[in-house]
Protein backbone atom coordinates (compact mmCIF):
# COMPACT_ATOMS: atom_id res chain seq x y z
CA UNK A 1 0.00 0.00 0.00
CA UNK A 2 1.47 3.20 -0.75
CA UNK A 3 -0.03 7.01 -0.59
CA UNK A 4 -0.24 9.22 -4.09
CA UNK A 5 1.86 11.81 -4.28
CA UNK A 6 1.31 14.88 -6.68
CA UNK A 7 -1.36 17.01 -7.52
CA UNK A 8 -3.38 15.01 -9.25
CA UNK A 9 -4.69 12.00 -7.22
CA UNK A 10 -6.46 9.08 -9.00
CA UNK A 11 -9.93 7.13 -7.73
CA UNK A 12 -10.41 3.78 -9.77
CA UNK A 13 -8.67 0.55 -11.09
CA UNK A 14 -6.02 0.67 -13.78
CA UNK A 15 -4.18 -2.58 -14.65
CA UNK A 16 -3.44 -4.09 -11.43
CA UNK A 17 -3.50 -1.24 -9.43
CA UNK A 18 -5.86 0.42 -7.44
CA UNK A 19 -6.54 3.74 -6.49
CA UNK A 20 -8.64 5.18 -3.15
CA UNK A 21 -9.72 7.92 -0.74
CA UNK A 22 -9.63 6.42 2.91
CA UNK A 23 -11.52 7.51 5.66
CA UNK A 24 -8.47 10.13 6.43
CA UNK A 25 -8.86 11.65 3.29
CA UNK A 26 -5.45 10.48 2.03
CA UNK A 27 -5.45 8.84 -1.57
CA UNK A 28 -3.78 5.09 -1.46
CA UNK A 29 -2.98 3.14 -4.12
CA UNK A 30 -2.63 -0.66 -3.74
CA UNK A 31 -1.79 -3.61 -5.72
CA UNK A 32 -4.46 -6.02 -6.80
CA UNK A 33 -4.32 -9.63 -6.29
CA UNK A 34 -2.86 -12.16 -3.67
CA UNK A 35 -4.02 -15.85 -3.24
CA UNK A 36 -6.97 -17.00 -4.33
CA UNK A 37 -9.96 -17.64 -2.34
CA UNK A 38 -10.40 -21.11 -3.51
CA UNK A 39 -6.81 -21.85 -2.26
CA UNK A 40 -7.37 -20.07 1.19
CA UNK A 41 -10.65 -22.39 1.44
CA UNK A 42 -8.58 -25.84 1.27
CA UNK A 43 -4.98 -25.37 1.38
CA UNK A 44 -3.74 -26.83 4.77
CA UNK A 45 -1.60 -24.68 4.73
CA UNK A 46 -3.81 -21.57 5.37
CA UNK A 47 -5.71 -23.30 8.12
CA UNK A 48 -4.11 -20.55 10.75
CA UNK A 49 -5.87 -18.01 7.80
CA UNK A 50 -9.63 -19.86 8.07
CA UNK A 51 -9.13 -19.90 11.71
CA UNK A 52 -8.38 -15.74 12.01
CA UNK A 53 -11.22 -14.99 9.21
CA UNK A 54 -14.05 -17.36 11.24
CA UNK A 55 -13.11 -15.37 14.39
CA UNK A 56 -12.95 -11.82 12.50
CA UNK A 57 -15.86 -12.78 11.26
CA UNK A 58 -17.68 -13.48 14.58
CA UNK A 59 -16.03 -10.14 15.64
CA UNK A 60 -17.80 -8.05 13.07
CA UNK A 61 -21.00 -9.81 13.91
CA UNK A 62 -21.05 -8.70 17.32
CA UNK A 63 -19.30 -5.31 16.72
CA UNK A 64 -22.45 -4.53 14.10
CA UNK A 65 -25.06 -6.07 16.97
CA UNK A 66 -23.53 -3.53 19.19
CA UNK A 67 -23.62 -0.67 17.09
CA UNK A 68 -27.51 -1.01 16.21
CA UNK A 69 -28.49 -1.51 19.84
CA UNK A 70 -26.69 1.70 20.44
CA UNK A 71 -28.52 3.50 17.34
CA UNK A 72 -29.61 6.26 19.79
CA UNK A 73 -25.64 6.95 20.25
CA UNK A 74 -24.46 6.07 17.22
CA UNK A 75 -26.49 8.68 15.92
CA UNK A 76 -25.35 11.30 18.25
CA UNK A 77 -22.03 10.52 19.19
CA UNK A 78 -19.86 9.34 16.78
CA UNK A 79 -16.42 10.53 15.45
CA UNK A 80 -16.08 8.77 12.67
CA UNK A 81 -14.47 5.20 13.56
CA UNK A 82 -17.25 4.11 15.57
CA UNK A 83 -17.55 0.75 13.93
CA UNK A 84 -13.76 -0.12 13.22
CA UNK A 85 -12.92 0.72 17.08
CA UNK A 86 -16.05 -1.52 18.25
CA UNK A 87 -14.76 -4.18 15.80
CA UNK A 88 -11.57 -3.41 17.12
CA UNK A 89 -12.68 -4.09 20.94
CA UNK A 90 -14.98 -6.71 20.13
CA UNK A 91 -12.13 -8.70 18.65
CA UNK A 92 -10.20 -8.22 21.75
CA UNK A 93 -13.34 -9.98 23.51
CA UNK A 94 -13.80 -12.68 21.27
CA UNK A 95 -9.61 -13.60 22.10
CA UNK A 96 -10.41 -13.53 25.25
CA UNK A 97 -13.06 -16.92 25.20
CA UNK A 98 -11.13 -19.86 27.61
CA UNK A 99 -12.90 -22.84 26.66
CA UNK A 100 -13.72 -22.69 22.90
CA UNK A 101 -10.72 -24.04 20.26
CA UNK A 102 -8.82 -21.65 17.84
CA UNK A 103 -11.42 -20.42 14.80
CA UNK A 104 -14.38 -21.16 17.16
CA UNK A 105 -13.72 -18.55 19.80
CA UNK A 106 -17.06 -16.51 20.39
CA UNK A 107 -17.82 -13.06 22.07
CA UNK A 108 -20.65 -14.55 24.76
CA UNK A 109 -17.85 -16.24 26.16
CA UNK A 110 -15.03 -13.77 26.65
CA UNK A 111 -14.77 -11.63 29.14
CA UNK A 112 -17.04 -8.54 27.73
CA UNK A 113 -15.99 -6.75 30.77
CA UNK A 114 -13.06 -5.82 28.15
CA UNK A 115 -15.73 -3.06 26.63
CA UNK A 116 -16.42 -1.23 29.73
CA UNK A 117 -15.00 2.32 29.44
CA UNK A 118 -15.49 2.39 25.70
CA UNK A 119 -15.69 5.55 24.51
CA UNK A 120 -18.05 5.66 21.47
CA UNK A 121 -16.68 9.52 20.47
CA UNK A 122 -12.57 9.15 19.84
CA UNK A 123 -13.01 12.70 19.93
CA UNK A 124 -14.66 14.07 22.91
CA UNK A 125 -14.58 11.56 25.59
CA UNK A 126 -16.59 12.04 29.06
CA UNK A 127 -13.90 12.56 31.21
CA UNK A 128 -12.68 15.50 28.63
CA UNK A 129 -15.59 17.15 28.63
CA UNK A 130 -17.57 16.52 32.38
CA UNK A 131 -15.04 17.57 34.71
CA UNK A 132 -17.05 15.73 37.28
CA UNK A 133 -17.05 12.22 38.13
CA UNK A 134 -20.09 10.13 37.87
CA UNK A 135 -21.66 7.81 40.27
CA UNK A 136 -22.54 4.46 39.74
CA UNK A 137 -24.65 1.82 41.35
CA UNK A 138 -25.53 -1.63 41.10
CA UNK A 139 -27.76 -4.71 41.95
CA UNK A 140 -29.11 -7.73 40.32
CA UNK A 141 -32.04 -5.77 39.22
CA UNK A 142 -30.92 -2.33 37.86
CA UNK A 143 -27.93 -0.09 37.51
CA UNK A 144 -27.89 3.55 37.90
CA UNK A 145 -25.83 6.77 37.18
CA UNK A 146 -25.62 9.97 39.28
CA UNK A 147 -23.79 13.11 37.80
CA UNK A 148 -23.48 15.06 40.94
CA UNK A 149 -24.63 18.93 41.60
CA UNK A 150 -22.52 21.03 39.56
CA UNK A 151 -21.94 24.04 37.71
CA UNK A 152 -22.21 23.69 33.80
CA UNK A 153 -19.78 26.66 32.61
CA UNK A 154 -17.38 25.79 34.92
CA UNK A 155 -17.19 21.47 34.59
CA UNK A 156 -18.31 21.08 31.21
CA UNK A 157 -16.54 21.76 27.86
CA UNK A 158 -18.71 22.69 25.23
CA UNK A 159 -18.12 24.07 21.56
CA UNK A 160 -19.35 27.53 21.02
CA UNK A 161 -22.84 28.15 20.72
CA UNK A 162 -24.39 25.84 23.05
CA UNK A 163 -27.15 26.29 25.55
CA UNK A 164 -28.50 23.70 26.43
CA UNK A 165 -27.22 19.93 27.41
CA UNK A 166 -28.96 16.43 28.53
CA UNK A 167 -28.00 13.40 30.34
CA UNK A 168 -28.96 9.83 29.08
CA UNK A 169 -28.59 6.18 30.39
CA UNK A 170 -28.76 3.66 27.27
CA UNK A 171 -28.93 -0.14 28.14
CA UNK A 172 -28.36 -2.28 24.82
CA UNK A 173 -29.41 -5.56 25.20
CA UNK A 174 -27.55 -7.98 22.98
CA UNK A 175 -28.08 -11.71 22.74
CA UNK A 176 -25.20 -12.90 20.88
CA UNK A 177 -26.54 -16.31 19.83
CA UNK A 178 -29.89 -15.66 18.76
CA UNK A 179 -28.71 -12.95 17.44
CA UNK A 180 -31.00 -10.43 18.66
CA UNK A 181 -30.61 -6.65 20.18
CA UNK A 182 -32.78 -3.98 21.60
CA UNK A 183 -32.35 -0.60 23.59
CA UNK A 184 -33.88 1.06 26.67
CA UNK A 185 -33.06 4.78 27.24
CA UNK A 186 -33.55 6.79 30.24
CA UNK A 187 -32.91 10.27 29.54
CA UNK A 188 -34.07 13.71 31.27
CA UNK A 189 -35.05 17.10 29.56
CA UNK A 190 -32.32 19.64 28.70
CA UNK A 191 -30.91 22.06 31.14
CA UNK A 192 -29.31 25.59 30.58
CA UNK A 193 -25.46 25.51 30.87
CA UNK A 194 -25.35 28.13 33.63
CA UNK A 195 -23.00 29.90 36.25
CA UNK A 196 -24.83 28.33 39.29
CA UNK A 197 -25.17 25.03 41.13
CA UNK A 198 -27.60 22.58 38.83
CA UNK A 199 -29.53 19.55 40.98
CA UNK A 200 -27.60 16.14 41.16
CA UNK A 201 -29.19 13.94 38.22
CA UNK A 202 -29.71 10.24 38.55
CA UNK A 203 -30.81 7.56 35.98
CA UNK A 204 -32.09 4.12 36.40
CA UNK A 205 -32.46 1.26 33.94
CA UNK A 206 -33.83 -2.52 34.93
CA UNK A 207 -32.01 -5.29 34.28
CA UNK A 208 -34.44 -7.43 32.64
CA UNK A 209 -32.76 -10.70 33.37
CA UNK A 210 -33.69 -12.62 30.33
CA UNK A 211 -31.63 -15.95 30.04
CA UNK A 212 -28.87 -15.49 26.86
CA UNK A 213 -28.99 -11.97 27.30
CA UNK A 214 -26.61 -9.22 27.72
CA UNK A 215 -26.84 -5.79 28.84
CA UNK A 216 -24.50 -2.85 28.03
CA UNK A 217 -25.03 0.35 30.01
CA UNK A 218 -23.78 3.96 28.53
CA UNK A 219 -23.52 7.28 29.81
CA UNK A 220 -24.56 9.93 27.04
CA UNK A 221 -23.85 13.82 27.44
CA UNK A 222 -25.07 15.67 24.24
CA UNK A 223 -25.44 19.79 23.91
CA UNK A 224 -28.11 21.86 22.20
CA UNK A 225 -28.28 24.93 20.49
CA UNK A 226 -30.85 27.11 21.44
CA UNK A 227 -33.21 29.39 18.65
CA UNK A 228 -36.17 31.30 19.24
CA UNK A 229 -36.67 28.81 22.36
CA UNK A 230 -36.37 25.96 20.25
CA UNK A 231 -34.00 23.50 20.90
CA UNK A 232 -31.78 21.55 18.24
CA UNK A 233 -28.92 18.65 18.16
CA UNK A 234 -25.34 20.17 16.84
CA UNK A 235 -24.29 19.49 13.53
CA UNK A 236 -21.02 18.14 14.72
CA UNK A 237 -21.99 15.06 17.16
CA UNK A 238 -18.36 14.55 17.36
CA UNK A 239 -18.50 17.06 20.48
CA UNK A 240 -21.29 14.67 22.24
CA UNK A 241 -19.17 12.16 24.50
CA UNK A 242 -20.84 8.68 25.25
CA UNK A 243 -19.06 5.63 27.16
CA UNK A 244 -19.74 2.39 28.74
CA UNK A 245 -20.08 2.86 31.72
CA UNK A 246 -21.21 -1.22 33.16
CA UNK A 247 -21.83 -4.55 31.27
CA UNK A 248 -23.63 -7.27 32.92
Not at 14 to 20: R, V
Not at 23 to 50: C, E, H, L, Y
Not at 142 to 163: D, H, N, R
Amino acid sequence: MAKQAGYIKLEGTMGDLTFYKNRDGKFIARRKGGVSKKRINTDPRFQRTRENLREFAVAASSAKFLKNAFREIELKSNGGRLHNRLYSAAMKVVKSDPVSARGERKFELGDMSIMRGFEFSDKATLANVLKVLPETAEDAASFSVTIPETVPTKYMVYSSGSKFYRFSLIRATVDFTQQTYSSEIATIEPMPIVNVPTPAVTLTLPKPGIEGENYFFALALEFFLDVNDTRYDLNDVSQNPAVILAIS
